[in-house]
């Protein structure tokens, strides 16, 4: 084992996080399920939580064996788009590797804030992202309101009203 520091894998972010949901974010999007809270109130409380990105193995180069069977040369991941009713497109999020696993136990989460996946969902063309597609409450964030999360808007709130701050503002 190396003891130089110059061969030292970069630790994440997220450092100590055992894969839970955030407290207040499970309650909240539980709340909100049930009716008892409001979308601002999630979509506040989600903007700077930890999420995880599924990403999934896809095959690559398929080589032909001496017996004339297909065996995978190479093998690529890639982040997962689903593709609505409508036709759009969205990313997908999880809030916990259980609502992960409960979606496809085989994909490799990749911890990310939401406002970095909100800013890979409109790169990748995504119209939305969809939080914990499984359940057991699921959340969508469409629109502007991706946008501003992508672009490091604040949302602030008075009531029931709430509205985008644009940075530096």
């Given at each position: 084992m190396s003891t130089d520091p110059s061969?030292?894998?970069?630790g994440t972010a997220f450092g100590g996080d055992d894969g839970?949901?955030?407290?207040?974010?499970?309650?909240?999007l539980l709340a909100h399920a049930a009716g008892q809270a409001s979308y601002?109130?999630?979509?506040?409380e989600l903007l700077d939580a930890r999420v995880m990105v599924p990403v999934l193995a896809v095959a690559g180069e398929v080589e032909l064996d001496e017996r004339g069977l297909a065996h995978d040369k190479t093998a690529d991941m890639a982040t997962v788009l689903v593709t609505g009713a409508d036709g759009r497109q969205a990313y997908l999020a999880?809030?916990?590797?259980?609502?992960l696993a409960a979606w496809q136990g085989d994909a490799r989460p990749v911890p990310v804030t939401f406002r970095d996946a909100a800013k890979a969902a409109i790169q990748d063309g995504a119209a939305a992202i969809v939080v914990d597609i499984a359940g057991p409450a699921?959340?969508?964030v469409q629109g502007q309101d991706l946008e501003a999360a992508a672009h490091g808007y604040t949302l602030g709130t008075v009531g029931e009203r709430s509205a985008w701050i644009a940075p530096g503002a």
């Open positions: 061969q030292r894998i970069l839970s949901a955030p407290t207040a974010l499970r309650e909240r601002a109130a999630v979509l506040g999880f809030t916990a590797m259980e609502t699921t959340y969508v």
